[in-house]
C-alpha cells in the first residue's frame, strides 16, 4: 500500500472528530437552566460539523476509489 493512499481521509475524520467533541460540550452545558441558549448554539455548530464532516468524507472516498480502479495493474512478468 502507498503511504499516501489514506491521506485524503485525515482531515474529514478530524472535522468527525471535533463534531464528537462540540456534541460532548453541547451535552455539558444542557445541565443548567442559564446555559440553554448556549447548548443551542453549541448543538448547531455540532450538526453542522458532522454534515461537513460526512460530505467530505464520502467526497475522499468516492477519490480514493476513482485513483484506485484508475491505477495500472502491474503484473509480474515470467522468469526465464
Known amino acids: 500500500m502507498r503511504r499516501g493512499r489514506l491521506q485524503p481521509l485525515v482531515w474529514p475524520v478530524a472535522v468527525l472528530i471535533a463534531s464528537g467533541f462540540t456534541a460532548l460540550a453541547a451535552e455539558a452545558t444542557a445541565r443548567s437552566v442559564e446555559t440553554v441558549t448556549l447548548y443551542g448554539l453549541i448543538k448547531m ?6 454534515v461537513i ?8 472516498l468516492i477519490q480514493i476509489f476513482r485513483a484506485v480502479r484508475q491505477r495500472p495493474v502491474r503484473r509480474a512478468e ?3
Request: zero cysteines; aromatic letters at 6%; hydrophobic letters at 65%.
Open 78 to 80: 515470467p522468469r526465464a
Open 45 to 50: 455548530t455540532s450538526d453542522l460539523l458532522i
Open 53 to 60: 464532516g460526512l460530505i467530505w468524507l464520502v467526497i475522499a
